[in-house]
Structures are given as C-alpha cells and as structure tokens.
C-alpha cells in the first residue's frame, strides 16, 4: 500500500524532469521541504537520487543549490539506513566533490556542496566511508583556506568534524593530508571558523600521539594553537586550544617543541616590560 507520503512525494519529483530551470529549481526545493517530514525508513534513496543527481549537472546555478539541499535531506531523514542505498550515492558524490573542487564554481554552492559531503559522511560509518573513498576529502581540503570566504571554510572544516565523529576514519583523514588544512585555519579571522577547526584538531589528534607529533611539525600550528589558548574574546577556543596543549606536553614526541614554542611566545612579553624600565 502506498502511502499518503509517497504520493505527495511522487507527485513533487515529476517536475524534476521539466526543461524549465524554474520548475525543477522549484521542484528540488519542495522535495528538500518535504524529505524533512519523511516517516522513517523510508529508503528514499532509491526514489529521490535518481532524479535528483542529474539536477547537479544543470546549467542554472538555483537548481544545483536546491538539488544539493535535496541531497542533505535524504541523508539527514536516512541516517542509519543510508547504507542500504550507498551505491545510489556513488555519481552524486563524484559530481558534488568535483563541484566542490573547483574554484570556477559559484561560492554559494561551493559551500552546499560541503554540507552535502559532511552530511552524507555524518549519516554512519559505511557512508563516511563512501565519502573517504569519492575524492571528497580532497575536495574539503581545498575550501580549508583562510583566504576563502570564511563560510566557505566554516562548512568545509565543520563536514570535517561530522567525518572525524567516527573515530575509523580519523586516521584516514590525517592520511589524506586534512591535518595541515585544518591547521592552517587556526590563522583565519573568523571565530566560527577557529571554534570549528579546533574541534577537528581535537578529534584527529586527542588521543592520538602520532598525530600530536605531526601537528607539532606543521608550520604554525603551535603558534596558532597558543595564540588561540591566550586570547581572551572567544571562551570555546580558549578552552579547545587549551586541552589540546595539555594533551600535547604529555606526549614526549613534541613536548621538546611545544615548549620551545611556549618560550617564544612569553619572550616578546618579557622584552615589553623590560624596554618599558627605559622609557
């Protein structure tokens, strides 16, 4: 027996196929709109990725938004039973990733494309698998850019940190090279973007001494991290950086350079206040 919500459902992808950019833009968002009061375990995959998909190949811009919103409804509304439809998942993730990717594309859907990637990955373990294993993290790592809009890197760093809540695919992160990109957000201007690149770093490095070692040796990281651990405006920062410090002087494969880098940082201080005794 059909129900109530499939027809409805049934009814709002039959625009998706229309040749007006209009209709379809309309269309994808209604599916979003609806896909949010999804009963569960509705395997929408199935119905909704097959017309969907093609929509991220439009040439209007509107459309591919609203098809990517769509995308994230149907991982959201899944969750758990995403993996049922993970090869369904296959082309959208290949198109969302290149998408993401590019410079050419529109800022917009740049950062729609990266909530897609964190939702799908967030959804299980299988699908943040999909996600590892579709050029998605090369695709996150180049919106990681303290010179890109700071809500492009905000969705990029955040889809990050919905990968790492599994810890299986922390270490295939820090593989792939996310480390020094998440690293090299801790220089952004943008709270948001800090808080968020704290908690990736937190998840990716916390218990792990090996990737405390390799934090330790990028370039400005410890830098970033103690400047963020001091810095009184944003209390969540302070209290993120501050746990990964600690965390970081108990492992002895970089507490020689953490402590170096704690010198540093109280020396200009120190040289202040003795240059003030000859004003």
């Not at 594309?105 to 990266?114: F, M, N, Q, S, V």
């Not at 009184?232 to 970089?254: T, W, Y």
Request: aromatic fraction near 2%.
């Amino acid at each position: 027996m059909v129900s109530d919500f499939d027809n409805v459902l049934n009814t709002v992808l039959v625009p998706l196929s229309s040749s007006d950019h209009s209709k379809r833009a309309a269309a994808s968002a209604a599916v979003a709109m609806l896909l949010t009061q999804a009963p569960s375990n509705s395997k929408l995959s199935s119905k909704v990725l097959p017309a969907i998909t093609p929509l991220l190949s439009s040439e209007d811009c509107l459309v591919q938004r609203n098809a990517c919103a769509a995308l994230i409804a149907v991982a959201e509304s899944e969750a758990e039973y995403l993996q049922a439809g993970m090869q369904q998942w296959t082309k959208a993730l290949d198109t969302v990733s290149a998408k993401l990717a590019s410079p050419a594309t529109e800022t917009d859907l740049r950062i729609t494309c990266a909530e897609v990637m964190g939702a799908v990955g967030h959804a299980n373990a299988e699908a943040a698998q999909a996600v590892l294993n579709q050029q998605g993290v090369e695709a996150l790592i180049s919106v990681l850019d303290p010179e890109l809009d700071a809500t492009l890197q905000e969705a990029g760093v955040d889809s990050v940190c919905k990968l790492a809540a599994a810890p299986e695919s922390r270490q295939q992160l820090v593989h792939q090279g996310v480390l020094p990109a998440v690293a090299k957000l801790l220089q952004s201007n943008c709270s948001e973007v800090h808080v968020r690149a704290l908690l990736a770093l937190g998840m990716l490095v916390g218990s792990s001494q090996d990737n405390q070692t390799k934090l330790a040796n990028i370039d400005g990281a410890l830098s970033g991290l103690l400047v963020l651990r001091l810095q009184q405006d944003d209390e969540d920062s302070k209290h993120i950086a501050d746990g990964i410090v600690a965390a970081m002087l108990k492992n002895p494969g970089c507490k020689q350079q953490l402590t170096a880098a704690l010198k540093a940082q109280s020396r200009p201080a120190a040289e202040t206040d003795m240059s003030s005794h000859f004003v």
